[in-house]
T-cell receptor, first 113, second 115 residues
Framework: DTAVSQTPKYLVTQMGNDKSIKCEQN?????MYWYKQDSKKFLKIMFS???????INETVPNRFSPKSPDKAHLNLHINSLELGDSAVYFC????????????FGSGTRLTVV | AQKITQTQPGMFVQEKEAVTLDCTYD???????LFWYKQPSSGEMIFLIY??????QNATEGRYSLNFQKARKSANLVISASQLGDSAMYFC????????????FGSGTKLNVKP
């Protein structure tokens, strides 16, 4: 059983298109996250949801919109894709404690052409 | 100020030797957790080891150990008896007790194990 599953694993699309990435966790965790990893491997937080409530919304273009229909799901929708959006996007989940780390999904490699 | 600093962008180690990956952190919180993750070329993020700020003993997990020096605010990862499969990116991360919603990552260290 996959703990945090993300789909799709690869996404190649043209500039200007709209796409979504889905994430689901079956760990019963309270909080879910979206991270972007750029070509230099730097991990940058984008959004965080706690029990369907948005708690972190970093400086991200408003073309990116997260949606959490329930505690176990966090999706990322991207409008009007740009070349600079090409990156690996990771979903993660965790319990609400500084003693607990993240469980990551396998990542979605987005390539905008 | 950077919350997590990894000063070694890349490192080489000979197979079967030990290697230390450096990590320093910055926090004024008394309660915090320190983590190391491994990211092989396949891309997934794999949890390796955790050290709590109140833990008196250094954490160990198999060939991984965390050299925790609280006064110096350092949390170095030691990999003993390196294997070819250890070649990967390694990320140090921190979670604070006061604001545990954020997980701070370092910029990573690329480790190459030579046969």
């Amino acid at each position: 059983d996959t703990a945090v599953s993300q789909t799709p694993k690869y996404l190649v699309t043209q500039m200007g298109n709209d796409k979504s990435i889905k994430c689901e966790q079956n760990l019963g965790h309270d909080t879910m996250y979206w991270y972007k990893q750029d070509s230099k491997k730097f991990l940058k937080i984008m959004f965080s949801y706690n029990n369907k409530e948005l708690i972190i919304n970093e400086t991200v273009p408003n073309r990116f919109s997260p949606k959490s229909p329930d505690k176990a799901h966090l999706n990322l929708h991207i409008n009007s894709l740009e070349l600079g959006d090409s990156a690996v996007y990771f979903c993660a989940s965790s319990r609400d404690s500084f003693k607990k780390g993240y469980t990551f999904g396998s990542g979605t490699r987005l390539t905008v052409v | 100020a950077q919350k997590i600093t990894q000063t070694q962008p890349g490192m080489f180690v000979q197979e079967k030797e030990a290697v230390t990956l450096d990590c320093t952190y910055d926090t004024s919180d008394q309660s915090y957790g320190l983590f190391w993750y491994k990211q092989p070329s396949s891309g997934e993020m794999i949890f390796l080891i955790y050290q709590g700020s109140y833990d008196e003993q250094n954490a160990t997990e198999g060939r991984y150990s965390l050299n925790f020096q609280k006064a110096r605010k350092s949390a170095n990862l030691v990999i003993s008896a390196s294997q070819l499969g250890d070649s990967a990116m390694y990320f140090c991360a921190m979670r604070e007790g006061y604001n545990f919603n954020k997980f701070y990552f370092g910029s990573g260290t690329k480790l190459n194990v030579k046969p």
